[in-house]
């Protein structure tokens, strides 16, 4: 497809160009000079290279200058630190036509192509971050090295509610085979968005050699050389296109089912895709990934994918209504109340990114030295799988202690307390802490559900309040609720977003409102699953009834991983606070004091089914629903509390609630978090009478 820079600008004026620059370099052993390309969008690391149209034109231009200078081989790499990250997203977002869709995935497999098909040997010289479209710029040439630097490595689309479509699908089964490109197109995309370490790509085979960093092109341009005379062969995997292929469709099936519940339309065309790579035609297979790619560019689950990436790539980093970041006072000392897991996982996470000494304290000399014990063998792991080195171990161990006496808070800046959700004993714990901490020292709660201003009311300084609410599990989740009280001053605030933002989380400001954001929805999405099935619906129906959905778990298991007392626990709260919305269930009464905590059980051949003594007490009504209305119910109790906790000013906006779900509860891109998917559905009117957001926010423009 050829088409002029013009052309190209008009599809996307606002484009931040990649420029792709031709140079020829004489490099020993070789009589015919390189044709070195560099692509480089002109901005500093924080800003990784994109193609869009006018990017692509650009490169296209510059390989036909390094073709035509008869080369003996042409080397394409990235700016400093970058090689590149993939398609202009924004440029997808603005598309307001499937041709656009088309256009812009012929474009860039014409031009990757240019690579493939060149008689004069390629090679992609990946000296840094690779993900999307430039790896597959990358497996569109002959050879690839790597950098040992390289910050990430990944194929991310599927995550994103795409699929690689810029040869991707095809390139990549039939450079490593079937089943070593599921884990890399759909495993780790679905796990998190997972990237690839170095020696993993090497291992893998996407990439043929791995050089350090401090001479990485002056050593890829030597083993060009030796490629180019024929003294390096590189071996190539055979690819099995029977039956591993087949094994390989299936394990992808099983992941994309697992993680979407066929939700997802991009996964699903991922795998019709792997299936067509099996006769490795590129050109038949790039055909179907334009036309996939053009028939998702106009669909909503996509630009709903592309709002939830904005939220955290944007949004998440910007949070609406922090105050100004110079208020924020110098945290040197951390203090823990409590050692149980919870404040084990924080103490080892304000260790890891603070570089702080942090001291715990608890009830009995047993529990600060099991929480003592429990950092030092996570940091013991870090460093026996080589993620941390033994001096870096010993440095961190060194900054952990444990003591019976809050007096240990003398000299520390912000004291988190992770202790028993009760109103009384918080209050009592933040009276203990204040009359050994400075005036200045912010104290934080990790409450999940109880009201902040109620917990710093009987101290004498109440504006150093503020919440501090991880997800379980505090390692991994990358959510942090921070709740200004009533009379949180701005300095205290400042200080926790700079704190979290230190801890590598994602901060949203929200009010002091029961629950907050995360556990508010969940609690009353949930409640509605179990009011359906304490009418009568059977646990297989109320558990499947979400599935459309593709969230990363059924409520049942859901309920099972938070633990079914501390969900009885915030039913309650949530009960007390507005009881004409939020049930408690009698049933999960008798499930909690009966010490149950899961409704499924699993025999020898991982067949589900109900746990016979849990069917046994609960009881029963005699209206049960069908999923369809399990599910219909649900999701109309989360428009109506959405809209009121907006009404209610408990975050900025909705951008706010959607990245709270995305990021605290897992919640997929494809559905945008939650509210464009109850824009689309018709949900959100039917209940609240308006839209969450306008057209064309999170969805296809009218």
């Not at 599927?158 to 495993?187: C, H, K, R, S």
Request: charge should be negative.
């Amino acid at each position: 497809m050829t088409i002029t820079a013009e052309e190209a600008k008009a599809i996307f004026p606002d484009e931040v160009v990649t420029v792709a620059k031709t140079r020829l370099i004489s490099v020993p052993g070789l009589d015919k000079p390189v044709a070195f390309i560099t692509i480089d969008n002109g901005l500093d690391h924080t800003r990784p290279s994109t193609f869009g149209p006018q990017s692509l034109v650009s490169l296209g231009a510059a390989f036909d200058e390094a073709y035509a200078a008869s080369p003996a081989a042409i080397a394409v790499t990235g700016k400093p630190f970058i090689f590149a990250v993939g398609a202009d997203l924004t440029a997808v977002e603005q598309a307001t036509d499937r041709s656009q869709g088309v256009t812009i995935g012929k474009l860039g497999h014409d031009v990757f192509k240019k690579f493939t098909d060149s008689d004069v040997p390629t090679f992609a010289f990946v000296n840094g971050a690779v993900m999307g479209g430039g790896l597959e710029l990358a497996l569109s040439c002959h050879y690839r090295t790597l950098a040992s630097n390289a910050a990430a490595i990944a194929l991310p689309e599927v995550f994103l509610g795409l699929f690689p479509g810029w040869g991707g699908t095809q390139l990549l089964p039939n450079l490593i085979g079937a089943n070593d490109a599921v884990t890399v197109i759909f495993e780790n995309a679905l796990n998190q968005n997972k990237m690839l370490k170095p020696k993993e790509a090497l291992a893998l085979g996407i990439a043929d050699v791995l050089f350090d960093s401090a001479d990485y092109l002056e050593q890829s341009l030597l083993w060009l050389s030796g490629v180019v005379r024929g003294e390096i062969t590189v071996p190539r995997k055979e690819i099995d296109r029977g039956e591993a292929w087949d094994a390989a469709v299936a394990r992808a099936k099983g992941i994309v089912h697992g993680k979407t519940k066929g939700a997802a339309p991009g996964a699903l065309k991922a795998l019709e895709l792997l299936e067509l790579a099996r006769e490795n035609d590129l050109d038949k297979g790039y055909a179907a990934e334009t036309e996939g790619l053009a028939d998702l560019v106009m669909s909503d689950e996509l630009r709903a994918g592309l709002y939830s990436f904005n939220l955290v790539q944007k949004r998440a980093k910007r949070p609406a209504g922090a105050p100004d970041k110079s208020l924020a006072r110098k945290v040197t000392k951390v203090g823990v109340v409590g050692a149980g897991l919870m404040a084990s996982q924080m103490a080892l996470l304000f260790i890891r990114r603070l570089h702080v000494p942090v001291v715990l304290t608890d009830i009995d000399q047993a529990r600060v030295d099991k929480g003592v014990g429990y950092v030092h063998s996570e940091i013991d792991k870090l460093a026996g799988k080589k993620r941390i080195s033994p001096d870096e171990a010993n440095r961190l161990k060194a900054l952990v202690s444990g003591s019976l006496d809050k007096a240990a808070f003398s000299d520390a800046d912000f004291v988190i307390e992770a202790v028993f959700e009760d109103l009384a004993v918080k209050q009592q714990v933040f009276a203990e802490v204040e009359e050994h901490v400075s005036a200045e020292a912010i104290l934080a709660t990790n409450t999940s559900s109880l009201s902040i201003t109620d917990m710093a009311s009987k101290l004498k300084h109440p504006e150093r309040v503020v919440g501090f609410h991880f997800f379980n599990p505090v390692a991994v989740m990358p959510l942090l609720e921070i709740v200004r009280a009533e009379q949180t001053d701005d300095a205290t605030l400042a200080t926790a977003f700079s704190i979290g933002k230190q801890l590598k989380k994602s901060s949203v400001l929200v009010k002091d409102a029961p629950a907050f954001v995360v556990n508010r929805l969940l609690t009353r999405f949930m409640g509605e699953v179990i009011k359906s099935v304490d009418e009568g619906t059977s646990f297989e129906v109320a558990d499947r009834a979400t599935e459309p959905l593709g969230l990363p778990m059924s409520p049942m298991i859901l309920l099972q991983l938070v633990g079914s007392a501390v969900a009885l626990h915030v039913s309650e709260t949530m009960h007390g606070a507005f009881p004409d919305r939020f049930s408690v269930s009698e049933n999960m009464k008798k499930f909690v004091a009966a010490g149950k905590g899961a409704v499924w059980q699993w025999d020898s051949t991982g067949k589900q089914t109900v746990d016979p003594e849990v069917q046994a007490l609960w009881q029963f009504g005699d209206a049960p629903l069908t999923g369809d209305e399990v599910k219909n119910r649900a999701l109309e109790a989360l428009a109506e509390e959405i809209r009121i906790m907006l009404d209610e000013g408990v975050v900025a906006e909705a951008q706010d609630i959607d990245l709270c779900m995305l990021l605290g509860a897992g919640w997929p891109f494809w559905l945008g978090g939650i509210t464009p998917y109850l824009d689309r559905t018709g949900i959100s009117e039917k209940v609240t009478g308006k839209r969450f957001l306008a057209p064309g926010v999170a969805s296809v423009p009218a």
